[in-house]
């Protein structure tokens, strides 16, 4: 029954997002981020409803003209074209082309449908919409694992839906600590039912992130709730308040949580630890010899071991999953990818900077101010716990880096509109209100 009310709802939804493709990248967010169809349990595992909503948004779109195309000349819409540029390259000239090729068109889905993203938000409203289903979506499983975390007393791990990008348990810890600023600042901006779930949601999450039993989530989580207070109007109770939950939470913590997280300071003695330092050096000598393409997606393989570092295969018997996405971008792609990837990144962030600080200059754009620290907060999320999981491809970041530049346009058409109302006298009339 599950199999066919997904495939049902999907299926209904594809004529909707070729005549309103703006709901269609609604559906395809639920979509990448909810993975309703893995909660089936036969064939709606294999509908292929995301590559279908995605063509007929595109389809929709193209016919329709219900895009706004200024988005897609913006610096970060730019970074990301040549990202995708670097990943082409580094594709032709991969070790392994016929692995790295199929990666390829999957990473290169996520790219055009972000861009495409950055075109169909061209509202406040659409903007809100867009990330609430993004975080309701990653906020499932944070209120299913913090639920469960709760019912075993946090005896057991939490993990994401197989096979996604975000099953393993460093996966959906990174997922739901990027999830955590969409969710505070959308409650903050909320009221009713509404408000209360978001709020709900948030807080379950914590304890879900905490017991995936990932050391660079529960350290990412530490990072993430401290930015979201101390960029509060007052940071003082709420951080009192934070310190009295930890007082009074932490010692019902299993044992097994605490042993865990110990093995950060005794690194050297951690097996799991080592490998990774290791499989870090064995990125870096790839990277030094191929310092402009890199070698492909498709690297860690045990013949590309073999030939960069055969200690490490002496030492594990196997290649080993990189757990960075600094160093997999160097091994991938060079270091070529590696600064035009963060440029991306950085540019995304220093553009929310600078929008903040416009929007408080301007008070018919105070609701600016809640996406961009929104961005920031959970670029932050992203940098910190990607230094210990690969989530290169993930779909938020190229989400996040599209956002921005919808919200750039947005904010120069409002900007220009009070401009275009402003009186002899010199006083500025009221502002119109957000097209829908």
């Not at 992130?209 to 979201?228: D, G, I, K």
Request: net charge positive; glycine share 6%; charged share 15%.
């Amino acid at each position: 029954m599950r199999d066919y009310l997904v495939v049902f709802i999907i299926a209904a939804s594809l004529p909707v997002a070729f005549l309103r493709p703006y709901y269609g990248i609604l559906v395809y967010a639920w979509i990448s981020y909810m993975y309703p169809h893995l909660l089936a349990w036969s064939f709606a595992q294999q509908f292929p409803g995301a590559k279908l909503t995605a063509i007929a948004s595109l389809a929709g779109t193209f016919f329709s003209r219900e895009g706004d195309n200024r988005p897609l000349f913006t610096r970060e819409s730019v970074a990301m074209m040549l990202v995708w540029g670097t990943f082409t390259i580094s594709t032709i000239f991969a070790f392994h082309p016929v692995e790295s090729w199929d990666k390829w068109q999957d990473v290169s889905k996520v790219i055009l449908m972000a861009l495409l993203t950055s075109t169909l938000l061209t509202s406040e409203k659409r903007l809100n919409y867009f990330l609430l289903v993004v975080a309701l979506s990653l906020g499932f499983y944070g209120a299913k694992g913090g639920v469960f975390s709760f019912r075993s007393g946090g005896e057991h791990r939490v993990w994401g839906p197989p096979p996604s990008i975000i099953a393993d348990n460093n996966a959906i810890g990174l997922a739901l600590n990027m999830s955590l600023p969409i969710l505070w600042y959308l409650a903050k901006a909320e009221s009713g039912y509404r408000k209360r779930i978001l709020q709900a949601t948030f807080f379950l999450a914590i304890p879900a992130v905490m017991f995936t039993y990932s050391r660079a989530s529960a350290l990412s989580l530490a990072v993430v709730l401290f930015v979201l207070i101390i960029k509060g109007r007052n940071p003082i109770l709420p951080l009192a308040a934070v310190m009295l939950g930890g007082i009074l939470v932490l010692p019902a913590v299993p044992q097994r949580w605490w042993d865990r997280q110990q093995t950060v300071l005794t690194y050297e003695q951690d097996t799991s630890a080592m490998s990774r330092v290791d499989n870090w050096k064995f990125c870096w000598r790839i990277a030094v010899d191929n310092p402009l393409t890199g070698v492909g997606f498709e690297y860690g393989t045990n013949e590309m071991f073999a030939k960069y570092a055969p200690e490490f295969l002496q030492t594990y018997a196997r290649g080993l999953n990189t757990h960075s996405i600094y160093f997999a971008m160097m091994a991938s792609h060079g270091f070529t990818g590696f600064f035009v990837y963060f440029g991306m990144i950085g540019f995304t962030y220093l553009s929310c900077r600078r929008i903040r600080r416009t929007a408080r200059a301007h008070p018919h754009l105070d609701w600016v101010v809640k996406y961009c620290q929104i961005v920031e907060v959970s670029l932050i999320a992203f940098l910190v716990n990607g230094a210990f999981v690969n989530m290169e491809y993930f779909d938020l970041p190229y989400h996040l880096v599209a956002l921005v530049a919808s919200l750039k346009v947005l904010c120069d058409r409002k900007l220009a509109e009070s401009e275009e109302i402003e009186v002899p006298s010199g006083r500025t009339a009221l502002s119109t209100a957000s097209a829908i």
